[in-house]
């Protein structure tokens, strides 16, 4: 089964740095997604991009928040100002393509904002 | 609006008995739904999945029940050994115009005792 590799698996800030989060993209997969686990909490939706756009994002996905896939390479997620409350676990999440494909998650980057 | 909750936030079964985890899910235009075993520090791992339409699936070890009338859904692990240890989470996929993202559940924590 492919494996999704994020990185880095770990990534300690500070408060208002810009962090990126990277996902390398299994091949031919076609949708991405971003998701947040709050420390004992659910994971949570942020956003979905497939077709370099994004498709769906929830209202955790902030002006703060971006994403991007330039030129087919690793799906990022982008932190402009990071806040004490940004700290979780992020996972990528990919799917193959339309239809009731599995959805198979990164092992996750763990931000800590100091 | 869309939520899917579990019905124990716990549980701990003896090694070797069965066990059954409980979710309840409230979004009717769901119609795959999967279940997710998380160990510490690591990304959701998919366990098994099923369609609404169908009521049972069986993998190994593992079966998921879905009951649409009172939108629960259930997975049953058989002969619980010690790596069964873990949070699980369940999680609903609704179909709206064609956008697709996972909701998942609270997660209960599964403690298989020696």
């Known amino acids: 089964e492919p494996e999704v590799t994020q990185t880095p698996s770990h990534q300690v800030t500070q408060m208002g740095q810009e962090v990126i989060l990277r996902c390398v993209p299994i091949?031919?997969?076609?949708?991405f997604y971003w998701y947040r686990q709050i420390l004992g909490q659910k994971v949570e939706f942020l956003v979905s991009f497939y077709n370099n756009e994004i498709s769906e994002k929830s209202e955790i996905f902030d002006d703060q928040f971006s994403v991007e896939r330039p030129d087919g390479s690793n799906f990022t997620l982008k932190i402009r100002s990071t806040k004490l409350e940004d700290s979780a676990m992020y996972f990528c999440?990919?799917?193959?393509?339309?239809?009731?494909?599995?959805?198979?998650f990164g092992s996750g980057t763990r931000l800590t904002v100091v | 609006g869309e939520s899917v909750g579990l019905h124990l936030p716990t549980l701990s079964v003896q090694e070797g008995d069965n066990s059954i985890i409980n979710c309840a899910y409230s979004n009717s235009a769901s119609d795959y739904f999967i279940w997710y075993k998380q160990e510490s520090g690591k990304g959701p791992q998919f366990i098994i999945d099923i369609r609404s339409n169908m009521d049972k699936r069986q993998g190994q070890r593992v079966t998921v029940l879905l009951n649409k009338t009172v939108k629960h859904l259930s997975l049953q692990i058989a002969a619980t050994q010690p790596g069964d240890s873990a949070v699980y989470f369940c999680a609903e996929n609704p179909i709206i115009q064609g956008a697709q993202k996972l909701v998942f559940g609270q997660g209960t924590r599964l403690t298989i005792n020696p």
């Open positions: 091949s031919n997969h076609l949708y």
């Open positions: 999440a990919q799917r193959q393509g339309e239809g009731y494909y599995g959805y198979t």
